[in-house]
């Protein structure tokens, strides 16, 4: 989310697209209407884009790959 830093706001932690960063994410502020209104709309259209490239997960996060057994 590049507007979020482009106001100097930044999440501190590791790790992104967690439910701890999108309750995050949810809770921004950016003060004007206009602002606040686009930042929502890129937020909801993540989310629901992170929802159809991994359906059925509990987070945004992508799947681990699986380890396939490898023949000896």
Known sequence: ????????????????????????????????????FTYQADVEQAELLAGHLWPGSRSTSPPRPRRHATPR
């Open 1 to 36: 989310m590049r507007g979020l830093l482009r106001h100097g706001i930044r999440y501190t932690k590791d790790t992104r697209w967690t439910k701890e960063h999108i309750q995050w994410l949810h809770r921004q502020n950016l003060g004007e209407p206009a602002l606040q």
